[in-house]
T-cell receptor, first 111, second 115 residues
Framework: TQLLEQSPQFLSIQEGENLTVYCNSS?????LQWYRQEPGEGPVLLVT?????EVKKLKRLTFQFGDARKDSSLHITAAQPGDTGLYLC???????????FGGGTRLMVKP | EAGVAQSPRYKIIEKRQSVAFWCNPI?????LYWYQQILGQGPKLLIQ????????DSQLPKDRFSAERLKGVDSTLKIQPAKLEDSAVYLC?????????????FGPGTRLTVL
């Protein structure tokens, strides 16, 4: 069973601060996705990374895929209260296989 | 474009009772997934359908859980009988196919409370 570990589990910061969330595994991914989930809703896809070393930006969010495709990070610059939510990474080990989700990082941004 | 629809949104039952959840995926999406998300955890895949066939149900507790997608469109997930530890949000997701980079679209979920 492939495992994805996310850290930290919880993060509470003030508006305007920067933060980084990590997603790690001992296995190599064929792709990795980041989702954001708000209370009472299903996860919503933010980005998919495929190539080792790949960096993708989505406004104030920067996603990086590790060179060895075993880890990923999500960096948020100048966090805003609207960024509050549960951030989930999900890995695909072989193309077309099921996704395995990490435990999530619950982020709270205080105004 | 309409998203993934799920009903009911909330359900409260007593242990040993039965319950069923319904999911209607995005039109044209061949692949449908059911996940269980226990409070404070990430979603765990229960079953994956490709059209009306099961692709993976290795994590489905088959002694009490069952799922079907008879016409390859909407799907139902049933629990019979329910246990306290089944309290969770049950998420349905769909994707165009089970091909590469497998991007899934999730419904809002059904929150089940077993008393």
């Amino acid at each position: 069973t492939q495992l994805l570990e996310q850290s930290p589990q919880f993060l509470s910061i003030q508006e305007g601060e920067n933060l980084t969330v990590y997603c790690n595994s001992s296995s190599v991914f064929s792709s990795l996705q980041w989702y954001r989930q708000e209370p009472g809703e299903g996860p919503v896809l933010l980005v998919t990374v495929v190539t080792g070393g790949e960096v993708k930006k989505l406004k104030r969010l920067t996603f990086q895929f590790g060179d060895a495709r075993k880890d990923s990070s999500l960096h948020i610059t100048a966090a805003q209260p609207g960024d509050t939510g549960l951030y989930l990474c999900a890995g695909e080990w072989n193309a077309g296989n099921m996704l395995t989700f990490g435990g999530g990082t619950r982020l709270m941004v205080k105004p | 474009e309409a998203g993934v629809a799920q009903s009911p949104r909330y359900k409260i039952i007593e242990k040993r009772q039965s319950v069923a959840f319904w999911c209607n995926p995005i039109s044209g999406h061949a692949t449908l997934y059911w996940y269980q998300q226990i409070l404070g955890q990430g979603p765990k895949l229960l079953i994956q359908f490709q059209n009306n066939g099961v692709v993976d149900d290795s994590q489905l507790p088959k002694d009490r859980f069952s799922a079907e997608r008879l016409k390859g469109v909407d799907s139902t997930l049933k629990i019979q009988p329910a246990k306290l530890e089944d309290s969770a949000v049950y998420l349905c997701a769909s994707s165009l196919s089970s091909g590469i980079h497998n991007e899934q679209f999730f419904g809002p979920g059904t929150r089940l409370t077993v008393l």
